[in-house]
């Protein structure tokens, strides 16, 4: 549970921080088939889609965005020959564990790649200039919807809800 009463930034990491923990919590305790179990059709949305994509995501927007680094997409072309899909697409070699450790290791990127900046202090986006703020609260935003899409998508595996 974030804190109830903290300063601007440590409420933004802690909620990022939160919805991070949310999404591990979803797929503890589950094989690779159930992480690749789709919710209902017509989606193909699974726990492993969402775990890449939360990695992707994580680099986009803390390594492309934040720092300006050429981090190529984890999960993209050299997996998806058609092209770039934001880490849903699960390949026949996508495993949760290799999923899980990346996304980890884009986390942990992201958390030094922030330490030395302000909420205020702006990167190049879009011919504009975003905020670290904005891109924390994005990020939120981001995780909070996914986290949503993953306790669907658990308790359609084996009933399991909360947490």
């Known amino acids: ?93 996508s495993t949760y564990r290799a999923a899980a450790t990346i996304w980890q290791d884009e986390i942990k990127q992201a958390r030094i790649n922030c330490e030395a900046r302000g909420l205020d202090d702006t990167s190049a986006f879009m011919g504009g200039d975003v905020s670290l703020r904005w891109i924390y609260t994005h990020m939120i935003a981001e995780y909070a919807r996914h986290c949503g899409h993953a306790d669907l998508i658990r308790e359609c595996i084996d009933g399991q809800t909360g947490a």
């Open 1 to 93: 549970m974030p804190p109830l009463d903290a300063d601007e930034r440590t409420t933004l990491e802690s909620w990022l921080d939160f919805y991070r923990v949310t999404l591990a919590r979803k797929c503890e305790g589950l094989d690779d088939e159930q992480m690749r179990r789709a919710s209902v059709p017509p989606s193909g949305l699974t726990l492993l889609g969402l775990l890449q994509h939360a990695a992707e995501v994580e680099r986009n927007w803390f390594r492309r965005v934040l720092t300006g680094e050429p981090a190529p997409p984890i999960f993209g072309p050299r997996d998806h020959p058609e092209g770039h899909d934001g880490g849903f697409e699960v390949s026949a070699q």
